[in-house]
């Protein structure tokens, strides 16, 4: 035992080489291929994010164009795939969907299990930051009793997205700019985050020479839970529990109370001791949207705006160091959008879909080994097998 070293959570653990995303928790610093996510956010798009997060580097004119091109491309999925989506309650929640649709991508691109050959690993990169948002709108549909809709390659990849969501084959209204561009943040600020649970749940699955399509399966199941990806659900649930700004003293108690499991949804984060930069990006975007939609009057913006004032100025949230995380303002974003709130961690994954796939590039175009951690055994030691009239 003794030669282990014990560290439940990773906290103090590096568990590999990258050179994707750069974070400074302490400073609230978040670099993408060594550019600042504010950046990113206010001059380049999602697909332009992807190709820097895929290839290293932003892409000059022509690299874009071919890039976006290749991406709308491979928007549509294999019409076999529809069969899955009937197979499933039509109240089946969207993330145990995907889970199920995204691994079984695999079954119609053979050449994802070829994972040693460079062209097809792209490929299947491209594929699935192609297909998901695809994947998603489908859900959406399932769910709702309509029909689904196909890809319309005209479109720029979010409004692409909106109009799987929103469009009807009777109806299919022109998808409102601010909109387009603040789903684009949405994707973009959530496009990669280093090695968070999902990432590491992709490369470990990876690491075993799994195809793409079952790792990123694998991380869509571990972004689902509500200390992750599932946070931006739970946030929107908690702000239409408090109800109204008078509730929020009880709240903040319940949060400070450690006999109370309740936590304040869409604060705190394991590496940002700052304000996450991304969060930040998120109010602004809030802000745009809900004046376009003239719901600035908002309550649940008014409740959200209180808490946040609020837990800055408390010495609990001070001295714990806990801010605004990226999920506290995209679920008031998605809402005032129309997106239902159980579809919130399925938007989530579908822009991470970029980061978890560009690790596991990263890990297999370079010398790696299987992830394999060891434990501290706190078990029996060894003793003789009882019969079982003896127990
Ligand atoms: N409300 C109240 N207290 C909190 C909260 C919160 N949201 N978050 C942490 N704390 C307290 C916690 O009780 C602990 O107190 P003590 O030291 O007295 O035991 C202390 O702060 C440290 O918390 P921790 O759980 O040890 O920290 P962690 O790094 O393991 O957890 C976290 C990070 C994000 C899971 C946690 O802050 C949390 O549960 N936040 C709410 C859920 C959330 O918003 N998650 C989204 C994360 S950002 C999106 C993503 O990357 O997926």
Known sequence: NGYFTYDPGFMATAACESKLTFIDGANGVLLHGGYPIEQLADKSDYLETCYLLLNGELPNAEQKTDFVDTIMRHTMVHESLTNFFRGFRY??????????????????????LDINNPEHRQISAHRLIAKMPTLAAMCYKHHIGQPFMYPDNSLSYSE?????????????PKVNPVLARAMDKIFLLHADHEQNASTSTVRLAGSSGANPFACVAAGIATLWG??????NEAVLEMLEEIGTVDNIDTYIAKAKDKSDPFRLMGFGHRVYKNFDPRAKVMKETCDEVLAELGLDNDPLLAIAKRLEQIALEDPYFIEKKLYPNVDFYSGIIMKAIGIPTEMFTVIFATGRTVGWIAHWN?????????????????GHTARDFVALDKR
């Open 362 to 378: 990263e890990m297999i175009s370079n010398p790696y080994k299987i992830g394999r951690p060891r434990q501290l055994y706190t």
């Open 226 to 231: 509500p200390a992750h990806g599932g946070a």
């Open 91 to 112: 109240d089946a929640h969207p993330m145990s969907v995907m889970v199920g649709v995204v691994g079984a991508l695999a079954s119609f691109y053979h050449d994802s």
């Open 160 to 172: 692409n997205f909106l109009h799987m969501m929103f469009g009807t084959p009777c109806d299919d």
